[in-house]
């Protein structure tokens, strides 16, 4: 009932505008959060920057356990991320996190990845070289 008062309303064309501009809006969020990552997190996590959505998943460098660096560390430094474990069916300990971009403001996203990297700097664990 609500898209076919919005088309009534809108038509086509405004729904196709609407579209275009909320597209263009999380374009915008994820750009950001992808130099503020740039910035911060080099050299400390991997990730690949998504072409839709509204996270960046990552996996940690030197950290084996995301759900316990989050649940305990990042609560006290206060900012959030979803451990990787809990997209586990099998419950299994993670190294990756997915983080969210869609509405935090750029402060709120800098100082966040800006207390992550301080967390992951403190965390990491030397893999070790054969």
């Known amino acids: 009932m609500l898209v076919s008062k919005l ?7 405004g729904w196709n ?3 275009r501009q909320v597209s263009l809006f999380y374009a915008r969020r ?3 959060f992808i130099a503020l990552v740039e910035k911060h997190l080099k050299g400390l996590v991997t990730y690949t920057t998504p072409t839709a959505g509204m996270f960046v ?3 940690l460098h ?9 649940e305990t560390r990042a ?5 959030l991320m979803v451990p990787g474990q809990a997209f586990s069916p099998n419950d299994v300990p993670s190294d990756c996190v997915r983080a969210a971009f869609s509405t935090a403001s750029d402060k709120d996203m800098e100082t966040a990845l800006e207390r992550f990297a301080t967390l992951l700097k403190a965390e990491a664990q030397p893999t070790s070289k054969l």
């Open 7 to 13: 088309l009534s309303e809108w038509g086509t064309a």
């Open 17 to 19: 505008e609407h579209i």
């Open 30 to 32: 994820r750009d950001t």
């Open 57 to 59: 998943y990552f996996k």
């Open 62 to 70: 030197g950290v084996a356990d995301s759900k316990k660096l989050i």
């Open 75 to 79: 609560l006290e430094a206060k900012f």
